[in-house]
């Protein structure tokens, strides 16, 4: 590079044009100067070099922050347009590096999206003032990766000048152990959505500053949530539409615990999105909890582990008649008792878990309705149910008409499935007459008294 640098003074040199006026005291300008001195010889050719030796004049210039990292500075600028700065950090950084980065740009006024990435084996502290009076509106701060997060400290005055503006404020791989609370957030009055992903020691969030427009809050994969003795829900007194809190380690007690919390608020009112994914749930949450959510249309609690669902457990859902979304994929489930989906009219997610039967007593009067409605139905891939099954004929064969809301899998042999629908009738023809109710196999006591009854004349 300082090769051509030399080659372009010498060739400006030859064209008479005086370096020293492409040196403005003001290194901001330093293009338009340029621009101008190129004007005054009429020289159009010599714009690409004029340009090429401004971009080197200094460490502070964009072209040169954009494309490598000065010696000098902590922070260089990855992009810069008016929809996103990007801006990332080794080690300790000052809010004036920042603030600089921030002025080095023809954009005016406020910015769409900030993406501060910050990565360094010391804790970090985001000073006070960091904007320099810009405002976005949307934050997004990554610090470290998965295996190494980022120990930081905000400052509470960090983010101050963006508070009136900002709607979407997300945190990705940071230790919080370092903050005692998220008064950073405070006075935020648009933000309508906060995340914390991948984050260790939340402790803070028990200390969540009144957030008055917040209607989905996100805490994913973080560390900490489980040692919290409290909930903060009176922060957010709008009423939130949707929660995640999935991969908590929570278990059954702990998310009693939050879940009533939100039902002595106004969110129970207006929380249309439950995300319990992945947790330690080894229950469906009590029906004094879900069935005070009347406006939920989506519940998750895949990824527990909830090995049997009983009777009357998911008949909360009959309080919640906009639930479109009921999602219970690998839970471990063995077992569901008959009548369990009774008042169940959103879809039903079953996949992947350890079912090994189909029975009519608790699946029909679901898949019926969802037929007669065109709501709901039913998924019902990657478990263990053998395609020979008898118990399976109620279904496949006798009412053919309900398979259009079950997308479901049998086993054909131990490492090949087939869809519900392409499985031949004829395959049950050693099944004999099975009434729909019969759920039991030909070798079960309730077969062999069926088969007594008939033989008896008794009608059926």
């Not at 051509?4 to 040199?13: A, D, N």
């Not at 080197?56 to 008016?82: A, I, Q, R």
């Not at 509470?156 to 957030?185: E, G, W, Y």
């Not at 149910?385 to 259009?404: G, T």
């Amino acid at each position: 590079m300082s090769f051509l640098l030399k080659f372009i003074e010498q060739y400006l040199t030859y064209f008479a044009i005086d370096v020293s006026k492409l040196l403005p005291k003001d290194q901001s300008t330093a293009r338009s100067e340029a621009l101008k001195t190129l004007q005054q010889h009429q020289r159009k050719e010599l714009v690409v070099a004029i340009l090429l030796f401004t971009a080197g004049l200094g460490d502070s210039h964009p072209l040169n922050d954009e494309t490598k990292k000065s010696d000098s500075h902590s922070c260089v600028c990855k992009s810069f347009s008016e929809k996103s700065v990007d801006v990332e950090c080794a080690n300790k950084f000052s809010a004036r590096e920042i603030q600089s980065i921030l002025n080095r740009t023809d954009f005016v006024g406020d910015l769409f999206e900030l993406h501060l990435r910050i990565s360094s084996p010391v804790v970090v502290s985001i000073p006070a003032n960091l904007l320099s009076g810009r405002s976005f509106n949307r934050i997004f701060i990554y610090c470290g990766n998965d295996s190494a997060p980022t120990q930081v400290r905000i400052d509470p005055n960090a983010f101050r000048t963006t508070s009136h503006r900002t709607d979407i404020f997300r945190i990705f791989n940071c230790d919080l152990n370092q903050q005692d609370d998220l008064a950073f957030l405070t006075d935020f009055i648009k933000l309508a959505s906060l995340s914390l992903q991948s984050s260790s020691n939340i402790h803070s969030f028990a200390k969540l500053p009144v957030l008055s427009n917040l209607k989905s809050l996100t805490i994913f994969n973080c560390s900490g949530l489980e040692r919290l003795a409290m909930f903060p829900i009176s922060a957010i007194p709008a009423g939130l539409k949707e929660l995640d809190l999935a991969l908590n380690m929570l278990n059954d007690q702990k998310m009693e615990m939050i879940l009533n919390s939100i039902v002595s608020s106004s969110s129970a009112r207006t929380l249309e999105m439950l995300r319990l994914s992945g947790n330690r749930l080894t229950q469906i949450p009590q029906y004094r909890i879900l069935s005070s959510f009347t406006q939920l249309s989506q519940l998750y609690l895949d990824g527990n582990s909830i090995p049997s669902i009983a009777k009357g457990s998911l008949d909360f859902s009959s309080q919640m008649p906009n639930l479109t979304v009921l999602n219970l994929m690998n839970i471990g489930l063995t077992e569901v008792e008959p009548k369990a989906f009774k008042y169940v009219s959103a879809k039903v997610h079953l996949d992947v878990n350890n079912l090994t039967r189909f029975d009519s007593s608790v699946y029909k009067q679901m898949l019926e309705r969802s037929v007669e409605t065109g709501r709901g139905g039913l998924t019902f891939t990657s478990n263990w149910v053998d395609c020979s099954d008898c118990r399976l004929v109620w279904l496949i064969r006798n009412n053919r008409h309900l398979l259009s809301s079950v997308r479901g899998t049998c086993l054909t042999n131990s490492t090949n499935s087939a869809k519900f629908e392409d499985v031949k009738i004829s395959d049950y023809d050693h099944c004999g007459d099975i009434p729909d109710g019969d759920d039991d196999s030909k070798s079960s006591s309730s077969w062999f008294y069926f088969f007594l009854l008939k033989l008896v004349g008794v009608r059926l």
